[in-house]
């Protein structure tokens, strides 16, 4: 799958796993903490006017930080989806395999 590509659950359990947490957070929706991860891993995001106001973030990332530093771009119709797919993209790549189910 790519990671452009990735929404929902898929999206929801490759974020959790990209930030080593636990499986149930709802981070394309209702991200809690959300500014957390923006700050700690210096991830920009920001409505693209040349895009249509489409979303796009990157993980910059910090030597201290828990994601690899640089990171392509990525979009999503919402804020939450764009850093949510540059995240995963970051750590993973371009493309996932599909997550077993549990």
């Given at each position: 799958m790519k990671t452009s590509e990735l929404g929902g659950q898929v999206l929801n359990d490759w974020i959790a796993k990209a930030l080593g947490e636990e499986p149930g957070?709802?981070?394309?929706?209702?991200?809690?903490?959300?500014?957390?991860?923006?700050?700690?891993?210096?991830?920009h995001v920001a409505p693209m006017p040349g895009k249509g106001?489409?979303?796009?973030?990157?993980?910059?990332?910090?030597?201290?930080?828990?994601?690899?530093?640089?990171?392509?771009?990525?979009?999503?119709?919402?804020?939450?989806?764009?850093?949510?797919?540059?995240i995963v993209a970051s750590r993973y790549g371009a493309e996932v395999p599909e997550l077993p189910l549990a």
């Open positions: 957070t709802a981070y394309s929706t209702s991200w809690p903490g959300f500014d957390q991860p923006l700050e700690r891993e210096a991830i106001f489409q979303w796009c973030a990157i993980v910059v990332g910090k030597p201290s930080g828990r994601l690899p530093e640089g990171g392509p771009w990525k979009e999503g119709p919402n804020p939450r989806i764009a850093v949510g797919r540059a």
